[in-house]
């Protein structure tokens, strides 16, 4: 079995290129013929399968001059397609609004004859422009995003050209099956995590008298960071609440006040995650839109209880089980299962050791093994 895998973006050890690697990597492993492109990509991402159609030095050049990157782009899409064979399972990961694949390239492929496989890493925008839009509008604030019709519309043709289209979560799947897409296109998969990134004892925050609660991801309004902002300072829990990531426009402005309270530490960027978690108690990740979400099942990985949106649970979290699943838009909600885990010393452990046993069956190597077994599936159709 032979997969040409092709990526739009800088491939590096960070955010979706790692685990558009990863997969890869797992496909290697277990012997699929592999070949996965980039424009460019870091020395820590390239892997011997790995191809790159400009110097990574050239990245910031051809992004500072066209921000749309189509130059680079086509050379890409060019590339790719004169490596394509006959027999070869196109495989293709498209970055949902952001600069991506011209609307010919699929046509390309499916004119060659080749099986054209897409892996979707989130929603369809129809579905996040909504979830963005209801966030914009649950907070009072104007709405405000970069998501028209003619990309939504792109991204219909691009499912429609698929012949098969890899959902990570149940959400991804019904993003498709609301544009129209038939569910017999779906592969119901999920991502994973790796167990070898979390060795180590060493914590990055010092103990307090209380419960840390922890957020990784972009402090967006995609991602809830704004209403577990406000949900917190309401919650009169004497603790800390850790929010690990990226602070994004209007919550850098809008919740300035929040992000300044003694009992909220914003870290912008880190290399050593798993310091963080073992710093803290309680995961808490009321996401408004989602994939696949990885750093839940780093945080049940390391023995966290987590509270999350329906979004943020994805397959992985039970109701009740490894946490509690609850409605990013109820703030009381959100605010009673914060406060029931706080005092609730037994519930967490029992919650932490459900979701370590949990987590267990999403490591890389045990999802890897079910995608090579979904893509063999794919090779025989």
């Not at 010092?206 to 991801?217: Q, R």
């Not at 990531?245 to 914003?266: A, N, Y």
Request: neutral net charge.
């Amino acid at each position: 079995m032979r997969v040409q895998a092709i990526f739009p973006q800088f491939g590096s050890k960070r955010f979706v290129s790692y685990t558009y690697i990863l997969l890869m990597e797992q496909l290697a492993a277990q012997g699929a013929d592999v070949t996965a492109w980039f424009p460019a990509c870091s020395a820590e991402a390239r892997r011997p399968f790995t191809r790159e159609v400009i110097p990574p030095w050239a990245w910031p050049i051809a992004r500072r001059f066209d921000r749309s990157q189509k130059p680079t782009r086509a050379l890409l899409e060019t590339a790719y397609l004169s490596a394509l064979k006959p027999g070869d399972l196109s495989y293709v990961w498209p970055m949902l609004q952001w600069p991506n694949f011209s609307p010919r390239f699929y046509e390309k492929v499916k004119k060659r004859g080749n099986t054209l496989v897409i892996e979707l890493a989130n929603c369809l925008t129809p579905t996040r422009r909504r979830c963005i839009e209801e966030g914009f509008t649950h907070m009072g604030w104007p709405i405000h995003h970069l998501i028209d019709e003619t990309q939504m519309e792109t991204e219909r043709e691009m499912c429609r050209q698929a012949d098969h289209i890899f959902c990570p979560s149940p959400w991804v799947a019904k993003s498709v099956t609301d544009e129209g897409i038939p569910e017999s296109k779906i592969v119901r998969s999920s991502y994973g995590w790796d167990p070898h990134r979390f060795k180590g004892a060493t914590r990055s925050l010092e103990h307090i008298n209380g419960p840390t609660f922890l957020f990784v991801g972009w402090l967006d309004i995609r991602k809830g960071a704004p209403m577990l902002l406000n949900a917190w300072a309401k919650a009169g829990i004497k603790g800390r609440l850790v929010m690990a990531g990226k602070l994004e426009s209007p919550v850098d402005v809008r919740c300035s006040d929040l992000l300044s309270r003694p009992d909220v530490i914003h870290i912008p960027y880190t290399n050593d995650i798993a310091s963080v978690y073992r710093s803290s108690d309680i995961f808490i990740f009321p996401t408004l839109e989602e994939g696949s979400p990885l750093a839940v099942y780093e945080a049940m990985g390391n023995g966290l209880p987590v509270i999350v949106s329906p979004m943020g649970a994805g397959e992985v979290v039970r109701d009740g089980k490894e946490g509690m699943i609850i409605n990013p838009f109820d703030e009381n909600a959100l605010i009673a299962a914060m406060q029931r885990l706080a005092k609730d010393v037994e519930l967490r452990e029992a919650m932490a050791a459900a979701g370590r046993v949990r987590a267990s069956d999403y490591t890389w190597d045990e999802t890897g093994s079910r995608r090579m077994d979904q893509w063999k599936a794919i090779a025989s159709d």
